[in-house]
């Protein structure tokens, strides 16, 4: 894609953060490119920016093997901000100290302006302000030029800037939920110090992405691997509108899907006008799934036998030579292919590909958070009851059925998850909801129904909020709605005799259960 008129680059040092920079300023309607830690400065000046943002990072400026950026950046004449490790990082460049390991802060802390007027903090922004921290190191000597602009009540310098040259920094993190003013802050920066106009929206990204991928793809044929989801709903009509009938979509039934599920997704795509080919795998997935235990070797089996299936299929389609998923960020940074970034779990899309692939990947939406792909969804005309789905894992129930996977328990995790999905939407709560599901658990327990007792397995009920699932909020539902669902469960579905309910926000877990 050509550059846009106007962007602001974001260099990723391995924060999982860093998305949601790209994020808030996406929201300001700034356009903004994420290049990788070691981007030369003639790759950055290539993109025109108007400004330059230093992202976080796990690491320590004062490792021997930290990474950094190249310096001439700083020789651009663009205001530059660092957050967090990018601060230090900046810091450190341009001669100042950092000290390792003399006071570390994790988590909301409350910051004071330390005088002064700061070009950051300033408008309706309080002059004490609670803000994420997580760092371990702190800027202990400031480079020439600089000066301190707000500090914790434990004397760590919260916020630097040097505005003769437009540098800035920041060692909390404006861009998460937590900070207070956060987005003000990023604002202040992007509008007032950077002179962004804010005129780019997703209509530009799309008519940009669907050149890209014509000229990408050319006369060959993709092969779309359809899960009913959105966000390969999303990535197959985006496609189709730049190849046409070059795409041939491939609906793999691996057994793992809700109830009835996959005859309501085949209506879904036939109004589409996707061409779809239906393939029922679901013994073959059961059968390499029996026994395995594992999470995470459960995600790299479904991923294996995914990819396998779909090149099966496209040597039996003439000039495929694409394999199209709908891969979206959280996807990429919980799969930890960022450097810097912890291994969190594999997903499908981006876990478990084998080395040798005979087919190449296309994966237009592997930038945007799932708003933005709802919201380009509606900008290609796509269906409601579609891009309104709630997220529904590539590897299934799989996922969600935890310890050893039977058809038995897959049938019994399929009806206790529609009860509960059935009476949210009575109620009026299911459109609220980011994504409600059940968990089935390999843990029995006792019980008694009638005048027998019974040792059967519980199930788990998981209902969370959220904007783009780096993090969620534990939903607060109605005690009478549990109340029904509990016990409709119990008396409904056979092997189940204990309903519980997950009340834990993400971090510190995770939305799905494996």
Known sequence: MKPQNENIIIINCGSQFTQLIAR???????????LNWDASCEKV???????????????????TDAITIDPEIFAMGCPVLGICYGMQLMAVILGGKVSTGSSREYGVTQIHRSGGTSALLTGNIPGTLNVLMSHGDNVAELPSGFRATSATAGGITASIEDTSRGFYGLQFHPEVIHTDNGGEILSNFAFGICGCRGDWDLTDWVDGTINSIREAVGSDRVVCGLSGGVDSSVSAALVSKAIGSNLQCVFVNHGLMRLNEPEEVLKQYERLGLSVKYVDASELFLKELAGVTDPEKKRKIIGRLFIEVFEE???????????????????????GT??????????????????????????PLRDLFKDEVRKLGAIIGMPEEIINRQPFPGPGLAVRCLGAITRERLDTLREADAI????????????????????????KSVGVMGDSRTYSEAVVLRAIHSQDAMTAEWARIDYDVLDRVSKRICNEVRGINRVVMDVTSKPPATIEWE
Request: hydrophobic fraction near 40%; glycine fraction near 10%.
């Open 24 to 34: 808030r300023l996406r929201e300001m309607k700034i356009h903004s490119v994420i």
């Open 45 to 63: 000046k290539s993109y025109t920016p108007k400004g330059i943002i230093i992202s976080g990072g796990p690491d320590s400026v004062n490792d």
């Open 313 to 335: 299929e496209a040597r039996k389609i003439e000039g495929a030579k694409w394999l199209l998923q709908g891969t979206i960020y959280p996807d990429v940074i919980e799969s």
């Open 338 to 363: 960022k450097k810097g970034s912890a291994l969190i779990k594999s997903h499908h899309n981006v876990g478990g590909l084998p080395e040798k692939m005979n087919l190449k990947l296309l994966e």
């Open 420 to 443: 509960f999905r059935e009476e949210l939407k009575r109620s009026g709560l299911y459109a609220g909801i980011w994504q409600a599901f059940c968990v089935l658990l390999p843990v």
